[in-house]
Protein backbone atom coordinates (compact mmCIF):
# COMPACT_ATOMS: atom_id res chain seq x y z
CA UNK A 1 0.00 0.00 0.00
CA UNK A 2 1.19 3.79 -1.18
CA UNK A 3 1.41 6.49 1.31
CA UNK A 4 0.14 9.81 1.02
CA UNK A 5 1.54 11.72 3.06
CA UNK A 6 4.97 9.74 4.47
CA UNK A 7 7.80 10.35 2.62
CA UNK A 8 11.82 8.77 3.21
CA UNK A 9 11.94 11.10 6.82
CA UNK A 10 8.43 11.67 7.64
CA UNK A 11 5.96 14.06 6.40
CA UNK A 12 7.80 17.19 5.18
CA UNK A 13 6.62 20.22 2.68
CA UNK A 14 5.98 24.43 2.61
CA UNK A 15 4.05 26.10 5.47
CA UNK A 16 0.24 27.06 4.99
CA UNK A 17 0.00 24.54 1.91
CA UNK A 18 -1.46 21.10 2.89
CA UNK A 19 -0.40 18.99 4.77
CA UNK A 20 1.38 21.42 6.71
CA UNK A 21 -1.28 23.06 8.37
CA UNK A 22 -2.48 23.56 11.69
CA UNK A 23 -5.37 21.68 11.08
CA UNK A 24 -4.20 18.78 9.62
CA UNK A 25 -1.40 18.57 12.41
CA UNK A 26 -4.52 18.37 15.03
CA UNK A 27 -5.66 15.60 13.01
CA UNK A 28 -2.61 13.68 12.67
CA UNK A 29 -1.81 13.97 16.45
CA UNK A 30 -5.19 12.92 17.20
CA UNK A 31 -4.69 9.52 14.55
CA UNK A 32 -1.47 8.97 16.12
CA UNK A 33 -2.68 9.03 19.61
CA UNK A 34 -5.15 6.78 17.97
CA UNK A 35 -3.00 4.11 16.65
CA UNK A 36 -0.77 4.25 20.04
CA UNK A 37 -4.06 3.55 22.70
CA UNK A 38 -4.38 0.33 20.40
CA UNK A 39 -1.42 -1.57 22.64
CA UNK A 40 -0.99 1.43 25.48
CA UNK A 41 -3.84 2.49 27.60
CA UNK A 42 -2.55 6.00 28.70
CA UNK A 43 0.61 6.43 25.90
CA UNK A 44 3.28 9.38 26.86
CA UNK A 45 4.76 11.01 23.79
CA UNK A 46 7.93 13.63 23.58
CA UNK A 47 7.55 16.55 21.82
CA UNK A 48 10.55 18.37 20.12
CA UNK A 49 11.76 21.21 17.43
CA UNK A 50 14.08 22.69 15.32
CA UNK A 51 13.57 26.64 15.39
CA UNK A 52 11.30 27.35 12.18
CA UNK A 53 9.06 30.47 13.41
CA UNK A 54 6.43 27.69 12.41
CA UNK A 55 7.11 25.07 14.87
CA UNK A 56 4.48 26.75 17.63
CA UNK A 57 2.11 26.71 15.42
CA UNK A 58 2.76 22.99 14.43
CA UNK A 59 3.21 21.93 17.97
CA UNK A 60 0.49 23.37 19.36
CA UNK A 61 -1.90 21.53 16.90
CA UNK A 62 0.48 18.52 17.38
CA UNK A 63 -0.54 18.98 21.22
CA UNK A 64 -4.44 19.43 21.19
CA UNK A 65 -4.49 16.69 18.66
CA UNK A 66 -2.70 14.16 21.33
CA UNK A 67 -4.55 15.41 24.12
CA UNK A 68 -8.05 15.20 22.03
CA UNK A 69 -6.79 11.53 21.57
CA UNK A 70 -5.91 10.82 25.48
CA UNK A 71 -2.61 10.77 25.16
CA UNK A 72 0.21 12.95 27.46
CA UNK A 73 2.58 15.17 25.80
CA UNK A 74 6.08 16.58 27.05
CA UNK A 75 7.29 19.22 25.39
CA UNK A 76 11.45 19.77 25.24
CA UNK A 77 11.52 22.91 23.12
CA UNK A 78 14.23 22.81 21.08
CA UNK A 79 15.95 19.66 20.36
CA UNK A 80 18.01 18.09 18.02
CA UNK A 81 16.34 14.93 16.46
CA UNK A 82 18.80 12.24 17.93
CA UNK A 83 17.92 14.19 21.22
CA UNK A 84 14.43 13.25 20.72
CA UNK A 85 15.26 9.67 19.89
CA UNK A 86 17.79 9.56 23.27
CA UNK A 87 14.85 11.48 25.56
CA UNK A 88 12.14 9.13 24.42
CA UNK A 89 14.05 5.66 25.33
CA UNK A 90 15.49 7.50 27.88
CA UNK A 91 12.57 8.65 29.96
CA UNK A 92 10.24 5.24 28.42
CA UNK A 93 8.30 7.19 26.77
CA UNK A 94 5.92 5.44 23.86
CA UNK A 95 7.03 7.88 20.82
CA UNK A 96 9.30 10.85 20.27
CA UNK A 97 7.79 13.92 17.86
CA UNK A 98 10.18 15.90 15.97
CA UNK A 99 8.43 19.12 13.93
CA UNK A 100 11.61 19.95 11.54
CA UNK A 101 12.29 20.15 7.67
CA UNK A 102 15.54 19.25 8.44
CA UNK A 103 18.09 21.39 5.90
CA UNK A 104 15.49 22.48 4.02
CA UNK A 105 14.31 26.73 3.94
CA UNK A 106 12.39 28.15 6.92
CA UNK A 107 9.57 28.31 4.64
CA UNK A 108 9.50 24.65 4.91
CA UNK A 109 8.42 22.18 8.02
CA UNK A 110 7.28 18.47 8.62
CA UNK A 111 7.21 15.89 10.99
CA UNK A 112 8.53 12.55 11.95
CA UNK A 113 8.51 10.26 14.92
CA UNK A 114 10.49 7.45 16.48
CA UNK A 115 9.32 4.73 18.21
CA UNK A 116 9.99 4.18 22.32
CA UNK A 117 13.23 2.60 21.49
CA UNK A 118 14.45 5.96 19.75
CA UNK A 119 14.67 4.17 16.41
CA UNK A 120 12.76 5.32 13.36
CA UNK A 121 9.21 3.81 12.55
CA UNK A 122 8.61 0.94 9.63
CA UNK A 123 6.11 1.73 6.87
CA UNK A 124 3.93 -0.78 8.20
CA UNK A 125 3.26 2.26 10.96
CA UNK A 126 3.10 4.84 8.69
CA UNK A 127 0.44 3.16 6.69
CA UNK A 128 -1.48 2.72 9.87
CA UNK A 129 -1.66 6.15 11.04
CA UNK A 130 -2.51 7.26 7.30
CA UNK A 131 -5.48 4.71 7.74
CA UNK A 132 -6.41 6.09 10.67
CA UNK A 133 -6.13 9.50 9.50
CA UNK A 134 -9.40 8.19 7.52
CA UNK A 135 -11.32 7.48 10.61
CA UNK A 136 -13.46 9.70 12.27
CA UNK A 137 -12.35 11.16 15.40
CA UNK A 138 -12.84 9.80 18.96
CA UNK A 139 -12.53 13.28 21.00
CA UNK A 140 -11.80 12.11 25.01
CA UNK A 141 -13.97 13.59 27.12
CA UNK A 142 -12.98 15.85 29.86
CA UNK A 143 -11.38 13.70 32.44
CA UNK A 144 -9.87 11.81 29.58
CA UNK A 145 -8.15 14.12 28.21
CA UNK A 146 -4.00 13.96 27.87
CA UNK A 147 -1.92 16.25 30.07
CA UNK A 148 0.85 18.50 28.82
CA UNK A 149 3.69 19.53 30.72
CA UNK A 150 7.41 20.94 29.47
CA UNK A 151 10.70 19.52 30.00
CA UNK A 152 13.12 21.96 31.27
CA UNK A 153 16.48 20.38 31.21
CA UNK A 154 16.01 18.37 28.02
CA UNK A 155 18.86 19.94 26.63
CA UNK A 156 20.98 19.01 29.47
CA UNK A 157 20.15 15.59 29.38
CA UNK A 158 21.09 15.46 25.58
CA UNK A 159 24.52 17.30 26.11
CA UNK A 160 25.43 14.35 29.25
CA UNK A 161 24.46 11.65 27.23
CA UNK A 162 27.08 12.83 23.54
CA UNK A 163 29.14 13.65 26.21
CA UNK A 164 29.00 9.64 27.54
CA UNK A 165 29.62 8.37 23.97
CA UNK A 166 33.34 8.79 24.28
CA UNK A 167 35.32 7.60 26.79
CA UNK A 168 35.57 9.63 29.85
CA UNK A 169 39.59 10.45 29.38
CA UNK A 170 38.75 12.09 26.23
CA UNK A 171 39.97 15.89 26.73
CA UNK A 172 39.82 18.49 23.92
CA UNK A 173 42.07 20.95 26.10
CA UNK A 174 44.58 22.18 23.89
CA UNK A 175 42.00 22.65 20.48
CA UNK A 176 40.41 24.80 19.33
CA UNK A 177 37.16 24.22 17.35
CA UNK A 178 34.43 26.28 15.46
CA UNK A 179 30.89 24.89 16.08
CA UNK A 180 28.07 25.79 13.07
CA UNK A 181 24.73 25.29 14.51
CA UNK A 182 22.73 26.12 10.88
CA UNK A 183 20.88 28.42 13.30
CA UNK A 184 19.18 25.43 13.91
CA UNK A 185 17.74 22.84 16.92
CA UNK A 186 21.27 22.38 18.18
CA UNK A 187 22.52 25.72 18.44
CA UNK A 188 22.23 26.14 22.63
CA UNK A 189 23.44 22.26 23.22
CA UNK A 190 26.46 21.40 20.61
CA UNK A 191 28.74 24.00 21.59
CA UNK A 192 28.23 23.00 25.58
CA UNK A 193 28.90 19.26 24.13
CA UNK A 194 32.86 20.28 22.91
CA UNK A 195 33.39 23.58 25.87
CA UNK A 196 32.76 20.83 28.33
CA UNK A 197 34.99 18.11 26.73
CA UNK A 198 38.37 21.02 27.30
CA UNK A 199 37.42 22.99 23.90
CA UNK A 200 38.21 26.58 23.34
CA UNK A 201 34.84 26.73 21.36
CA UNK A 202 33.86 29.27 18.84
CA UNK A 203 30.27 29.19 17.65
CA UNK A 204 28.67 30.39 14.46
CA UNK A 205 25.43 29.87 13.24
CA UNK A 206 24.08 29.92 17.00
CA UNK A 207 21.60 33.15 16.70
CA UNK A 208 18.29 31.37 15.72
CA UNK A 209 15.60 33.82 15.07
CA UNK A 210 12.79 31.90 13.57
CA UNK A 211 13.94 32.20 9.77
CA UNK A 212 17.36 31.84 9.48
CA UNK A 213 18.33 28.35 9.98
CA UNK A 214 19.89 26.74 7.52
CA UNK A 215 20.69 30.34 5.55
CA UNK A 216 24.15 30.33 4.58
CA UNK A 217 25.61 28.12 7.30
CA UNK A 218 24.86 24.65 8.82
CA UNK A 219 25.96 21.37 6.62
CA UNK A 220 24.47 22.21 3.60
CA UNK A 221 26.69 25.90 3.38
CA UNK A 222 30.20 24.83 4.67
CA UNK A 223 31.56 27.83 3.14
CA UNK A 224 30.80 30.02 6.37
CA UNK A 225 32.47 26.93 8.67
CA UNK A 226 35.82 27.27 6.31
CA UNK A 227 35.96 31.17 6.43
CA UNK A 228 35.69 30.97 10.29
CA UNK A 229 37.93 28.35 10.66
CA UNK A 230 40.71 30.65 8.38
CA UNK A 231 39.68 33.45 10.62
CA UNK A 232 39.94 32.30 14.09
CA UNK A 233 42.90 29.94 13.19
CA UNK A 234 40.38 27.10 14.74
CA UNK A 235 42.12 23.65 14.16
CA UNK A 236 38.72 22.30 13.30
CA UNK A 237 35.24 23.37 12.84
CA UNK A 238 32.02 21.03 12.87
CA UNK A 239 28.90 21.96 10.92
CA UNK A 240 25.53 20.31 11.80
CA UNK A 241 22.39 21.12 9.82
CA UNK A 242 18.88 22.47 11.11
CA UNK A 243 18.15 19.33 12.78
CA UNK A 244 21.38 18.00 14.33
CA UNK A 245 21.64 15.17 12.53
CA UNK A 246 23.84 15.75 9.44
CA UNK A 247 27.64 16.18 9.74
CA UNK A 248 30.11 18.46 7.64
CA UNK A 249 34.10 18.87 8.97
CA UNK A 250 36.60 21.52 8.40
CA UNK A 251 39.93 21.25 9.24
CA UNK A 252 42.85 24.03 9.81
CA UNK A 253 43.89 24.02 6.14
CA UNK A 254 40.26 24.69 4.89
CA UNK A 255 39.69 20.95 3.63
CA UNK A 256 36.41 19.99 4.04
CA UNK A 257 35.49 16.19 5.06
CA UNK A 258 32.04 15.18 3.81
CA UNK A 259 30.21 12.09 4.83
CA UNK A 260 31.28 9.44 2.94
CA UNK A 261 34.90 10.29 4.04
CA UNK A 262 34.21 10.80 7.87
CA UNK A 263 32.54 6.95 7.76
CA UNK A 264 35.80 6.12 6.56
CA UNK A 265 37.79 7.29 9.45
CA UNK A 266 34.65 5.99 11.92
CA UNK A 267 35.84 2.47 10.84
CA UNK A 268 39.73 2.51 9.86
CA UNK A 269 39.66 3.91 13.43
CA UNK A 270 37.93 1.10 15.01
CA UNK A 271 40.14 -1.54 13.25
CA UNK A 272 43.42 0.68 14.35
CA UNK A 273 42.13 0.18 18.24
CA UNK A 274 41.46 -3.76 17.44
CA UNK A 275 37.48 -3.55 17.66
CA UNK A 276 35.68 -5.48 14.98
CA UNK A 277 33.91 -4.06 11.68
CA UNK A 278 32.24 -6.57 10.09
CA UNK A 279 31.15 -4.41 7.49
CA UNK A 280 29.82 -1.16 6.76
CA UNK A 281 26.69 0.26 4.83
CA UNK A 282 26.74 2.73 1.79
CA UNK A 283 23.97 4.38 -0.55
CA UNK A 284 24.31 4.03 -3.99
CA UNK A 285 25.22 7.41 -3.95
CA UNK A 286 28.35 6.53 -1.54
CA UNK A 287 32.12 7.38 -3.55
CA UNK A 288 33.49 4.20 -4.56
CA UNK A 289 36.86 5.33 -3.70
CA UNK A 290 35.63 4.66 -0.03
CA UNK A 291 33.99 1.17 -0.63
CA UNK A 292 37.60 0.52 -2.38
CA UNK A 293 39.66 1.56 0.66
CA UNK A 294 37.40 -0.15 2.96
CA UNK A 295 38.04 -3.33 0.78
CA UNK A 296 41.59 -2.83 1.49
CA UNK A 297 41.20 -3.04 5.26
CA UNK A 298 39.23 -6.65 4.29
CA UNK A 299 35.92 -4.71 4.72
CA UNK A 300 33.07 -5.19 3.33
CA UNK A 301 30.69 -2.47 2.14
CA UNK A 302 27.34 -3.03 0.80
CA UNK A 303 24.64 -0.36 -0.77
CA UNK A 304 21.06 0.92 0.56
CA UNK A 305 18.97 2.86 -1.51
CA UNK A 306 19.51 7.08 -0.72
CA UNK A 307 18.17 8.19 2.57
CA UNK A 308 19.48 7.09 6.22
CA UNK A 309 16.18 5.07 7.54
CA UNK A 310 17.52 2.44 4.33
CA UNK A 311 20.76 2.40 6.06
CA UNK A 312 19.57 1.98 9.55
CA UNK A 313 17.67 -1.20 7.83
CA UNK A 314 20.22 -2.79 6.30
CA UNK A 315 22.66 -2.20 9.62
CA UNK A 316 19.51 -3.59 11.42
CA UNK A 317 19.27 -6.54 8.93
CA UNK A 318 23.41 -7.37 9.18
CA UNK A 319 23.92 -6.80 12.65
CA UNK A 320 26.37 -3.82 11.95
CA UNK A 321 27.07 -0.81 13.89
CA UNK A 322 28.46 1.76 10.80
CA UNK A 323 26.75 3.45 7.81
CA UNK A 324 26.50 6.45 6.70
CA UNK A 325 26.14 9.04 3.33
CA UNK A 326 28.15 11.74 2.22
CA UNK A 327 25.52 14.42 3.05
CA UNK A 328 26.55 14.01 6.27
CA UNK A 329 24.08 11.37 8.12
CA UNK A 330 26.08 9.10 9.64
CA UNK A 331 25.26 5.97 12.07
CA UNK A 332 26.95 3.94 15.10
CA UNK A 333 24.39 1.93 16.44
CA UNK A 334 26.88 1.08 19.78
CA UNK A 335 26.48 5.22 20.60
CA UNK A 336 23.04 6.27 19.05
CA UNK A 337 19.92 4.41 17.65
CA UNK A 338 19.91 7.15 14.55
CA UNK A 339 22.07 9.34 13.24
CA UNK A 340 23.76 12.10 15.41
CA UNK A 341 25.92 14.94 13.79
CA UNK A 342 27.38 15.76 17.49
CA UNK A 343 28.01 12.13 18.30
CA UNK A 344 29.63 11.45 15.10
CA UNK A 345 31.49 14.52 15.48
CA UNK A 346 33.23 13.20 18.71
CA UNK A 347 34.07 9.99 17.27
CA UNK A 348 35.98 11.93 14.59
CA UNK A 349 37.82 13.97 17.00
CA UNK A 350 38.53 10.81 19.59
CA UNK A 351 40.07 9.09 16.30
CA UNK A 352 42.04 12.43 16.06
CA UNK A 353 42.84 12.68 19.56
CA UNK A 354 44.00 8.83 19.91
CA UNK A 355 45.52 8.56 16.68
CA UNK A 356 47.60 11.96 17.77
CA UNK A 357 47.43 12.30 13.62
CA UNK A 358 45.81 15.29 11.68
CA UNK A 359 42.34 14.49 10.32
CA UNK A 360 44.01 14.78 6.61
CA UNK A 361 46.72 12.14 7.54
CA UNK A 362 43.73 9.27 8.39
CA UNK A 363 42.87 9.80 4.69
CA UNK A 364 45.67 9.13 2.89
CA UNK A 365 45.53 6.72 0.39
CA UNK A 366 41.37 7.77 -0.03
CA UNK A 367 41.18 10.42 -2.48
CA UNK A 368 37.68 10.18 -3.89
CA UNK A 369 36.66 9.77 -7.34
CA UNK A 370 35.12 13.16 -8.76
CA UNK A 371 31.24 12.53 -10.13
CA UNK A 372 29.59 13.62 -13.28
CA UNK A 373 25.87 13.64 -13.09
CA UNK A 374 23.94 13.96 -16.32
CA UNK A 375 19.88 14.75 -16.55
CA UNK A 376 18.36 13.14 -19.45
CA UNK A 377 15.21 14.25 -20.34
CA UNK A 378 12.70 10.93 -21.32
CA UNK A 379 10.07 11.21 -24.08
CA UNK A 380 6.90 10.66 -22.98
CA UNK A 381 5.93 6.72 -22.38
CA UNK A 382 9.66 5.51 -22.77
CA UNK A 383 10.96 2.92 -20.65
CA UNK A 384 14.46 3.50 -20.32
CA UNK A 385 14.90 0.00 -18.72
CA UNK A 386 14.03 -1.80 -22.17
CA UNK A 387 16.49 0.46 -24.23
CA UNK A 388 18.71 -1.58 -25.81
CA UNK A 389 21.06 0.79 -27.06
CA UNK A 390 21.54 2.42 -23.31
CA UNK A 391 22.30 -0.98 -21.92
CA UNK A 392 24.77 -2.13 -24.46
CA UNK A 393 26.49 0.99 -24.25
CA UNK A 394 26.40 0.64 -19.95
CA UNK A 395 27.83 -2.98 -20.31
CA UNK A 396 30.44 -1.59 -22.61
CA UNK A 397 31.23 1.60 -20.35
CA UNK A 398 31.40 -0.72 -17.06
CA UNK A 399 33.80 -2.89 -18.31
CA UNK A 400 36.26 -0.07 -19.61
CA UNK A 401 35.66 1.48 -16.72
CA UNK A 402 36.67 -1.72 -14.54
CA UNK A 403 37.88 -1.09 -10.73
CA UNK A 404 38.61 2.68 -11.49
CA UNK A 405 34.92 3.46 -11.78
CA UNK A 406 31.23 3.00 -11.46
CA UNK A 407 27.81 3.64 -13.05
CA UNK A 408 24.62 4.73 -11.71
CA UNK A 409 21.20 4.84 -13.67
CA UNK A 410 18.22 5.93 -11.86
CA UNK A 411 14.96 7.62 -12.47
CA UNK A 412 13.84 10.67 -10.90
CA UNK A 413 10.88 10.14 -8.72
CA UNK A 414 9.38 13.51 -9.39
CA UNK A 415 10.13 14.32 -13.49
CA UNK A 416 10.65 12.40 -16.79
CA UNK A 417 14.43 12.58 -16.20
CA UNK A 418 16.99 9.86 -15.99
CA UNK A 419 19.40 10.98 -14.18
CA UNK A 420 23.21 9.26 -15.46
CA UNK A 421 25.94 9.19 -13.15
CA UNK A 422 29.90 8.20 -13.99
CA UNK A 423 32.38 7.83 -11.20
CA UNK A 424 35.95 7.52 -12.22
CA UNK A 425 39.68 8.34 -10.52
CA UNK A 426 40.05 9.93 -14.02
CA UNK A 427 37.37 12.44 -14.24
CA UNK A 428 37.43 13.48 -18.22
CA UNK A 429 36.78 9.85 -19.31
CA UNK A 430 33.91 9.87 -15.88
CA UNK A 431 32.37 12.53 -18.40
CA UNK A 432 33.06 11.33 -21.71
CA UNK A 433 31.45 7.93 -20.67
CA UNK A 434 28.67 9.55 -19.02
CA UNK A 435 27.94 11.56 -22.19
CA UNK A 436 27.87 8.68 -24.12
CA UNK A 437 25.33 6.78 -21.39
CA UNK A 438 22.99 10.17 -22.14
CA UNK A 439 23.24 9.70 -25.99
CA UNK A 440 22.59 6.86 -25.70
CA UNK A 441 19.80 7.47 -23.68
CA UNK A 442 18.33 9.55 -26.09
CA UNK A 443 18.35 7.44 -28.98
CA UNK A 444 16.73 4.51 -27.68
Not at 95 to 103: E, K
Request: a neutral charge; proline letters at 4%; aromatic letters at 6%.
Amino acid sequence: MSRQYFGTDGIRGTVGQAPITPDFMLRLGHAVGRVLRRSVARPSVLIGKDTRISGYMLESSLEAGFASAGVDVLLSGPLPTPGVAYLTRALRLDLGVVISASHNPFADNGVKFFSARGEKLPDDWEIEVEAALKDAPHWADSAGLGKARRLDDAGGRYVEFCKGTVPHSLSLRGMKIVVDGAHGAAYHVAPDVFHELGAAVVSIGCSPDGMNINAGVGATAPAALVRAVAEHQADYGIALDGDGDRLQMVDAQGRLFNGDELLYVMAADRLANRQPVPGVVGTLMTNMAVELALRRLNVPMVRAKVGDRYVLEELTARGWQLGGEGSGHLLALDRHTTGDGIVSALQIVHAVRRSGRPLATLLEGVTLFPQTLLNVRLRDGSDWKKNAFLNDEQQIVVKELGDAGRVLIRASGTEPVLRVMVEARDADFGRRCAERLAAAAVSG
